[in-house]
């Protein structure tokens, strides 16, 4: 069958009569099995679910599309949108290079969209301690290993006043592979030489014989919330939605700043006028760096959350998908704020709206 490709700005109501053709959705049958042709499927990122959440039911309520979102991990999300399991994957993680052959190879040039920004809180249980105050490096010697009690001498020198108890810390890490965990590592091996030289930025690093490991940023969150002295880090919606204390973090300014959504926009901001091109990460490809942003207000650990999909989709669910992207992007970046992310800059929205007028369906 010859097929056509047409730029998403062009094409007909006509052309949604095609169907998607080669995925398959993860009961292992064929996404375009006519079933639903109103359903799209993603996975990924446990980052961006809570939000993917209100998106689906506020979308589907005004469009009639499902959008069917199941969380398991950046990595999975990169996984099942390579294999065309999904019709989207989320990442917040930008894809490596192994990663970007991988999918050329399947489906062609990938395109990363963001969708929001968000912080990771570092999250703690020490009943009668509010307000912590922690530091780049006093939690990359947490996570390293080097600080085993709350009353060590550099959290206490954070904390004046503050009566911290000698209880031993437990570090709890995402056991799966995690775009957070790569926001998370990022930022502590730009803030510690010897983390970075350790424990290099990964969204599956090997970690030292510390704490142990949940799945999914539910299940870190749970953990350390049933269990004093534990510390751990997970997209701060799910810090809040289960009343769990979140540490301010001092930022590259020495300002010590809280997990907030303004701590957030002004780290993006930066990042959109600091573009750095360097390693996984390219502004010509929508993808920015937010950790440790050198601006007064900027929280320091906080990431966007991407979009995975191939640049050539089949006609019918992918006119459908980029409509909803575009909406979510817009429309739906409302919703930001109250579910405890932070809205897309302005100048990034204008960007994403440029990059999905490049989508081009297969008829």
Not at 130 to 143: E, F, Q, R, T, W
Not at 180 to 191: D, H, P, Q, R, S
Not at 251 to 263: E, I, L, T
Not at 284 to 309: F, K, M, R, V, W
């Amino acid at each position: 069958m010859r097929r056509f490709l047409v730029p998403f700005s062009l094409l007909s109501p006509l052309a949604a009569t095609v169907l998607l053709v080669g995925c398959k959705d993860r009961d292992g049958g064929s996404a375009s099995s006519g079933d639903n042709p109103n359903r799209i499927s993603g996975g990924g990122a446990t980052f961006v679910d809570p939000i993917m959440q209100k998106w689906s039911k506020e979308y589907g309520t005004q469009t009639g599309v499902e959008i069917d979102y199941s969380k398991s991990g950046s990595t999975d999300g990169i996984k099942q949108m390579t294999e065309k399991a999904l019709h989207f994957g989320c990442s917040d993680a930008p894809m490596k290079k192994d990663q970007i052959a991988a999918a050329q190879g399947k489906g062609g040039e990938v395109f990363h969209i963001p969708l929001i920004t968000g912080a990771v809180a570092v999250i703690y249980n020490l009943p009668g301690v509010a307000g912590l105050k922690l530091s780049g490096p006093v939690v990359a010697d947490i996570y390293l290993g080097k600080l085993t009690a709350w009353n060590a001498d550099p959290i206490k020198a954070l904390n004046p006043g503050v009566n911290l108890p000698d209880t031993k810390i437990t570090p709890v890490y995402r056991s799966e592979g995690s775009g957070t965990t790569n926001i998370f590592t990022e930022y502590l091996g730009k803030v510690s030489q010897e983390f970075a030289d350790k424990i290099p930025a990964s969204t599956l690093p090997t970690w030292p014989n510390i704490g142990l490991g949940q799945k999914g940023s539910d299940g870190v969150a749970g953990h350390v919330k049933k269990n004093e002295g534990c510390i751990g880090y997970v997209e701060v919606a799910y810090a809040e939605l289960n009343g769990i204390a979140s540490a301010s973090i001092r930022n590259a300014k020495g300002k010590d700043v809280a997990p907030k959504a303004a701590g957030v926009t002004a780290a993006a901001e930066w990042a959109m006028t600091n573009g750095q091109k360097k390693g996984v990460y390219d502004p010509a490809q929508l993808t920015y760096s937010l950790t440790n942003a050198e601006a007064d207000a900027a929280y320091p650990i906080c990431g966007i959350s991407y979009c995975l999909i191939y640049k050539r989709v089949a006609a019918e669910r992918g006119k459908k998908l980029v409509e909803f992207l575009k909406w979510a992007t817009s429309d739906g970046q409302k919703f930001a704020v109250d579910l405890h992310y932070a809205p897309l800059p302005a100048e990034l929205s204008k960007k994403v709206a440029e990059r999905l007028e490049q989508v081009e369906l297969v008829q």
